[in-house]
C-alpha cells in the first residue's frame, strides 16, 4: 500500500494486504515531517478518557502525533500542510454501523423522493421522473414517507393517474413497505384471492382487492417482476452511496445488507482501488433459505479485499411498529385502546433463530439483528444466550440494531451477553409518526420503552450509531442532536420523547467512533485519535458542544488513511 506523504514507498509498520497493525520499530518514519498538521482544536481522541488534545499531525496513512500544540508543531516540514482549525473540532472519522449504501445510492441515480414533503409532492415528482424517463421499463426508486397517507398506505389509483401504461414500485423510506401501480400488480399476478404471504402482508380495499400497498415480503411479489439490477447498477449505487456518506465525515460503514451481487461489487470496486472507506458487510441471511446457505456465507468471508470486509451476518427477526409487523410480546392495540390479538411477525421463529445463531457463532461469525419489537429484542437475546451457553465467548460481538420497543427486563442482559446495542438516533423523537401511527397502538407504558439508550448506557452496555440511511439521513450531528434533545425540530411543540433516554454529546460521538469501530472489530486501527491509528478524519465546521447548535455543524473536511477526499469548498 502506498503513501504520497512516504515518497511512494510502503508503510513500513502497516501490513494492509493482511488488514493487520504489525509492531514494527520505525522510529525514521515518525522522526520524518508529517504530511499534514491540525492545530488549535479541539481534537476529540474518543478515547476511554473521552479526552480532547488540541493538536494532531498524520504522516502517511498514520497518525503520527497526538498532543498540545507545541509537541506537534516538532512535525512540521517545509511541505507539511497546516490546517489551523479555528477552533472548530477534529473527530476520528465516523463510522456507521448501520446503513445501505448501495441501495440508497441506487436510489438517489432512480425514482428518489428526496426534497419531497407530502404525497401531492410524492405523486408530482413520480409524473416527471416518467417523463423524463420514456426508455424506462419499470419506475423504480423509493424514500417516500408512510405519513404522506392515511395510515401510512399510499393508494394504486395515485400512480395509475400519473403512470398508466408502465409499471410502477416504490419503496417507502424505511424499506418495510412498497406501493405499486395497477399494471405492475396486475404483471405480478396480485389480485383479491392472492393470500399474504408468511412474511408479508398485502393491503386491501373493503372487497379484498390489492390496494397499493404491499408490506413487509409482499413486495417481493411484485419486486420479483421487475428487471434484475446488473453488477453495474450495483456498482453505480455503491459509488454514488459512498461519495454521499463520504461529505458527511464517514469513513467506514457496516452494509447492513450484503447479498452476492453487492459482495461481487465491493470486491470490484476494492480491486480498482475504487472503494475509499472502509465496508463492513453484513452478510445477508435469506428467511427463505436453510442452514446450507452457511456454506456460501464462509465462502463469501474467504474473499475480502482491501477496506471491504465481509465479516458479519444480517438476520432480520421482524418488520416495523408502523405496519404492525414488529414482533411484539403483547397484541398491538387498535388505536382506542382495546387489544387487537396481532403481534406481528417473526421472520425466523425464535427456535429456529437460536439453532442458526449457535451455528454462525461456532464459526466465529458476528451477527447484526434487525430487531423493533420487544419479543423480538428478546429473541436475539435468547439466541445469544443459547450461542454463548454451547460454544462459550468466542470473540464474536453480537449487535441488535434499531431497539425500539425494549422490555425493562431485556436491558442488562445486554451486558451479561455482551451484545452490542446499534442504535439509530434520529427516529427518538416525537411527532407526527409518534402521534399518528405508533403511541396510539403502542400504549402508554410501552411507547415509555422505546428506544432506552439512556437506560441501556447506565446499565453498561457498549453502544454503536448507525443512520440506516437511506431510511433516514446519513448526517451524524442531526442524529446526535435528537439523541442528546429527543425532540423534533420541525415539531417544537411536541416536546422531548422520553427525555429520561437522552444521552450526552460525547456519549453519542463515541458511538459514532470507537463504538461502532469496536462492533466491527476494527478498534485496534480506527475509531480513536492516538499515535500509530489510521488517519480516518473528520473536520466539523464549529464547535458543537461549544456552540450548542449540533444540528446545524457540518462536516468541513474528510479524510481517510490520511488522504482528503472531501473538502467544503
Excluded at 3 to 31: H, K, M, N, Q, T
Amino acid at each position: 500500500m502506498a503513501d504520497e506523504g512516504s515518497g511512494g514507498g510502503p508503510v513500513p509498520f502497516w501490513r494492509g494486504d493482511l488488514d493487520l497493525y504489525v509492531e514494527i520499530s520505525a522510529p525514521e518514519w515518525f522522526a520524518m515531517p508529517a504530511d499534514i498538521v491540525f492545530v488549535n482544536g479541539p481534537v476529540f481522541t474518543a478515547g476511554p478518557a473521552r479526552s480532547f488534545v488540541r493538536a494532531l499531525a498524520v504522516t502517511g496513512e498514520r497518525i503520527t502525533a497526538v498532543g498540545d500544540e507545541a509537541t506537534v508543531s516538532e512535525s512540521i516540514g517545509p511541505a507539511t500542510r497546516v490546517v489551523d482549525l479555528a477552533g472548530r473540532m477534529l473527530s476520528p472519522g465516523f463510522q456507521d454501523a448501520h446503513c445501505h449504501p448501495g441501495s440508497s445510492g441506487l436510489d438517489l441515480l432512480r425514482c428518489s423522493f428526496e426534497g419531497c414533503a407530502s404525497a401531492e409532492d410524492a405523486i408530482a415528482y413520480v409524473a416527471r421522473y416518467a417523463a423524463d424517463h420514456p426508455e424506462t421499463e419499470w419506475i423504480l426508486g423509493g424514500g417516500w414517507h408512510q405519513t404522506w397517507f392515511p395510515r401510512g398506505c399510499p393508494p394504486k389509483e395515485a400512480l395509475d393517474a400519473v403512470v398508466p401504461d408502465r409499471p410502477v414500485l416504490v419503496y417507502n423510506a424505511d424499506g418495510h413497505g412498497a406501493w405499486a401501480n395497477s399494471l405492475a400488480l396486475s404483471l405480478a399476478g396480485v389480485e383479491a384471492s392472492t393470500p399474504d404471504p408468511a412474511d408479508g402482508r398485502i393491503e386491501r380495499d373493503g372487497d379484498n382487492r390489492p390496494q397499493g400497498t404491499l408490506h413487509e415480503g409482499a413486495a417481493w411479489l411484485v419486486e420479483r417482476m421487475a428487471p434484475e439490477g446488473t453488477d453495474g447498477d450495483v456498482r453505480s449505487g455503491l459509488l454514488a452511496g459512498q461519495a454521499y456518506l463520504l461529505t458527511k465525515g464517514i469513513t467506514a460503514w457496516q452494509d447492513a445488507h450484503v447479498d452476492e451481487e453487492t459482495h461481487r461489487a465491493y470486491r470490484a470496486l476494492a480491486a480498482s482501488d475504487e472503494l475509499i472507506g472502509t465496508a463492513v458487510g453484513a452478510l445477508w441471511w435469506s428467511p427463505r433459505k436453510g442452514m446450507e446457505q452457511v456454506e456460501d456465507l464462509e465462502r463469501m468471508r474467504s474473499e475480502p479485499l482491501g477496506r471491504y470486509l465481509p465479516t458479519t451476518v444480517k438476520l432480520m427477526l421482524d418488520g416495523v411498529v408502523e405496519n404492525f409487523t414488529g414482533s411484539m410480546l403483547e397484541s398491538y392495540l387498535d388505536g382506542a385502546g382495546h387489544q387487537t390479538g396481532n403481534t406481528g411477525i417473526d421472520f425466523l421463529e425464535p427456535d429456529r433463530l437460536r439453532e442458526i445463531v449457535v451455528e454462525l457463532d461456532s464459526r466465529g461469525f458476528s451477527c447484526h439483528f434487525h430487531a423493533i419489537g420487544d419479543a423480538a429484542v428478546r429473541s436475539g437475546l435468547d439466541a445469544v444466550e443459547a450461542a454463548r451457553l454451547a460454544n462459550g465467548w468466542m470473540g464474536t460481538r453480537h449487535t441488535i440494531c434499531h431497539i425500539q420497543v425494549v422490555h425493562p427486563d431485556d436491558i442488562p442482559r445486554f451486558r451479561r451477553l455482551g451484545v452490542v446495542a446499534n442504535a439509530q438516533a434520529l427516529w427518538a423523537q416525537d411527532g407526527e409518526d409518534q402521534r399518528v401511527l405508533t403511541k396510539p397502538y403502542l400504549g402508554e407504558e410501552r411507547s415509555r420503552w422505546q428506544y432506552p439508550f439512556g437506560s441501556l448506557l447506565r446499565a453498561g452496555v457498549t453502544l454503536a450509531m448507525g443512520s440506516d440511511w437511506g431510511v433516514s439521513t446519513a448526517d451524524v450531528m442531526d442524529q446526535i442532536d435528537t439523541a442528546v434533545t429527543r425532540s423534533n425540530h420541525d415539531e417544537p411543540d411536541a416536546g422531548p420523547l422520553n427525555e429520561n433516554e437522552r444521552i450526552t454529546f460525547l456519549d453519542a460521538l463515541a458511538g459514532f467512533t470507537s463504538g461502532s469501530a469496536y462492533v466491527n472489530h476494527r478498534e485496534g486501527v480506527s475509531g480513536t485519535l492516538a499515535v500509530g491509528m489510521l488517519a480516518d478524519l473528520a473536520v466539523i465546521d464549529r464547535d458543537p458542544m461549544a456552540s450548542g447548535l449540533i444540528r446545524d455543524a457540518t462536516v468541513a473536511m474528510t479524510l481517510v488513511g490520511g488522504r482528503v477526499v472531501y473538502e467544503e469548498v
